[in-house]
């Protein structure tokens, strides 16, 4: 192996590259450890002319550890680099822990894991130290550090471990002072700071060289004895041992929750059922989370707190609503519900869930069944979004908002739009200026956009009745082959890896493309002359564009409601989703906050289609295609968007992408009950 091959850096893009050279300078000592908020300022704008936020800069550093691929770590930062990455080797995703969250879940002071991010930032330089250290380069050669872990053994508890419902994160000084007393245990008197910095960038330099082992920073086997534990000392302290005790405990236990996602469900007790209609007269608090609540009217008004406003003003104060926002993106919701509802949690009541979610959520027994409810009200609904919302021969949501991808133009630069992908492609390569944004990153976004290509382009469907993978066909391969060839041609920018429906939104507001692809919300946001006064007024949107030589495809998206199976007011959840889906609010959330409606009365309305930004968009939700409907979705549509990012990173040819998705697909669909 070349020491040039060993480089973890020769797969990062452009930016993550500038980030990683920032990162150097700071592990060497020449410049004070940045936020990622200083990161994201120091590194403004992109080559491409972004403006980069502290968000951007987090999901970059995510891709980052990803493409380390735990590899030429220690022990024990592989121990850190899976807490920071293992959604993503996994299929999941979540987002990058502080330092201190770090440390609870590894038992250590967050100092410990400033150190070894200082260790993992300074191996980026490998390709350096085989020419300035051969006899070191030799030594980790030889001692196996560049082998892929096994990352599920680190993390797998042994000894019994604990009831994971009963588990209660430790705050950081609880983990502190449990590694405190391993440290007496064990006979060390160091005791590690206790710094909190940030999880991203190292505060401290790096050794010399990097360290062969940091075993003394690992928690003890969840197995070892008391005795075991003091090697090299007696034990003088009962208490210590007691504590040293707890804090083994708090390591196996802390893992068991970690690795939650990977265990099947329990088998749980039949869904509780609602009543067909809201109870009266019910009483108290609940609360509705939805994601960011990013979707304003033009007089700045938010989407999901206006409804809760007017839910209180109507059936206040004895009852009350509330609003809790999960992340912006989509599968970051996905995965921070699925842990509320992991350890059956009363955090969420209403949950505006994504149409993709139904099936799993309830074959895991986190939903109640609103068949009683909810079956008599489906015919209010389009076709599609009524399927949405059933599994298993019961309802278990209520249809709210439908969506279908729409392509957007600057129309000071744009006369007529693109009539098929290869004129916009063609129009946005000119001069190699990079024109057309999409979502890029290595989320559900991207698995929804590559859909629009691959259907487009005339690939069947992804999942076949029987239940098996199909994505690997001649279709989707010459959808994801003009995508990449998109890029290199320059009608895409190479950051286009890095980017969600926002941070298209504002390269397009800020004139730096000409098109777009987005959902319906991004046209009022983009009438914002506060905000984007380059483009607001001058907007022009349409249908995504067809294939050439074929007819015109979308991707359904869209939410519904669903009541947590874990709510302690399933009355006043059941009177929140009644409201949140009647036709009042429907054509509010249309006329304000130009979000199409799932009721079909509502999309022949007249008020409500000249709110919404185009004509086609009704016929693209009516004739939408759907993403497959299974329980073990995230996993399946996982599969998809991260070996589809490889291949636009150019890590993967198109064909080797798909043929890798195909075969996680299949292992996710064998996994469904």
């Not at 000392?233 to 708090?250: D, E, H, Y």
């Not at 236990?253 to 109870?279: K, Q, R, W």
């Not at 004509?615 to 939700?621: E, G, N, P, W």
Request: aromatic share 6%.
């Amino acid at each position: 192996m070349s020491p040039a091959d060993s480089d973890p850096a020769r797969d990062l893009d452009e930016t993550e590259q500038r980030i990683v050279a920032r990162l150097r300078a700071e592990a060497m000592g020449e410049e004070r450890p940045a936020t990622n908020k200083m990161l994201a300022d120091a590194l403004s704008p992109t080559p491409e002319g972004d403006v980069l936020t502290a968000d951007d800069v987090g999901r970059q550093l995510r891709s980052i550890y990803k493409k380390l691929g735990l590899r030429n770590l220690t022990e024990a930062e592989r121990h850190v680099v899976i807490v920071l990455c293992r959604p993503l080797v996994k299929g999941t995703s979540e987002k990058l822990a502080t330092n201190p969250k770090i440390a609870d879940v590894l038992v250590t002071t967050s100092g410990t894991v400033t150190q070894h991010l200082t260790d993992i930032y300074r191996k980026f330089e490998f390709a350096e130290l085989a020419d300035k250290k051969p006899q070191l380069w030799k030594r980790i050669l030889k001692s196996g550090l560049l082998k892929e872990p096994d990352d599920d053994a680190l993390l797998t508890p042994t000894g019994d471990g604990a009831d994971e419902d009963d588990v209660r994160t430790p705050t950081h000084k609880v983990a502190v002072r449990a590694l405190r007393a391993v440290s007496v245990v064990r006979g060390t008197d160091r005791e590690p700071p206790e710094s909190a910095a940030a999880a991203e960038p190292p505060e401290s330099a790096a050794a010399a060289e990097p360290p062969e082992s940091a075993a003394a920073a690992e928690p003890p086997s969840a197995g070892a004895s008391s005795t075991e534990l003091a090697s090299g000392g007696t034990l003088r302290n009962p208490i210590v041992v007691i504590a040293a005790s707890v804090a083994v405990v708090l390591a196996a236990v802390l893992a068991v929750v970690f690795i939650a996602s990977e265990s099947p469900p329990p088998e749980g007790p039949t869904a509780p059922i609602v009543p067909p209609a809201p109870p009266q007269n019910v009483q108290g608090e609940i609360t509705y989370c939805t994601g960011a609540d990013v979707v304003t009217s033009e007089d700045g008004r938010s989407q999901h707190a206006a409804a809760v406003d007017a839910f209180n003003e109507k059936f206040g104060p004895g009852v009350r609503a509330k609003l809790k926002q999960l992340a912006e993106d989509a599968s970051e919701q996905y995965a921070q519900f699925s842990r509320l509802q992991r350890n059956r949690s009363d955090d969420c009541d209403v949950l505006y869930s994504d149409v993709i979610w139904t099936a799993d959520f309830a074959q895991n027994g986190w939903l109640y069944d609103l068949s009683p409810y909810a079956e008599p009200r489906l015919n209010e609904f389009i076709d599609a979004m009524q399927q949405a919302v059933r599994f298993s021969g019961r309802v278990w949501g209520v249809p709210k908002q439908a969506d279908a991808g729409l392509l957007y133009y600057n129309q000071r630069k744009v006369k007529d739009p693109p009539l098929t992908w290869q004129e916009l492609y063609a129009q946005a390569a000119v001069g190699k200026r990079r024109l057309f944004r999409y979502q890029g990153l290595d989320y559900e976004g991207l698995t929804v956009h590559f859909l629009e290509l691959a259907y487009a382009a005339g690939a069947k469907d992804i999942v076949t009745a029987d239940g098996k993978a199909n994505v690997n066909q001649p279709r989707a391969r010459d959808a994801l082959k003009f995508m990449v060839d998109g890029i290199r041609a320059g009608a895409v920018p190479r950051a286009i890896v890095n980017q969600t429906e926002e941070r298209s939104l504002r390269a397009f507001g800020r004139a730096r493309a000409h098109f777009m692809r987005n959902w319906p919300y991004a046209y009022t946001a983009l009438q914002d002359r506060n905000t984007y006064p380059r483009v607001a007024g001058r907007v022009g949107v349409t249908a995504l564009p067809a294939w050439e030589g074929r007819s015109p495809v979308s991707v359904l998206g869209g939410h519904v409601l669903v009541i947590s199976a874990f709510s302690d007011n399933p009355g006043a959840a059941l009177k929140l989703v009644d409201f949140l889906s009647s036709e009042e609010v429907l054509k509010q959330d249309a006329t304000d906050f130009s979000l199409a409606p799932a009721s079909i009365d509502l999309l022949q309305d007249p008020e409500v289609e000249d709110a919404l930004p185009v004509v086609d968009l009704k016929r693209a939700i009516l004739t939408a295609k759907s993403r497959p409907i299974t329980p073990n979705y995230e996993a399946v549509s996982s599969a998809i968007y991260e070996n589809v990012n490889r291949a636009l990173n150019l890590q993967s040819s198109p064909e080797e992408a798909l043929e890798a998705a195909q075969q996680d697909m299949q292992q996710a669909l064998d996994r469904v009950p």
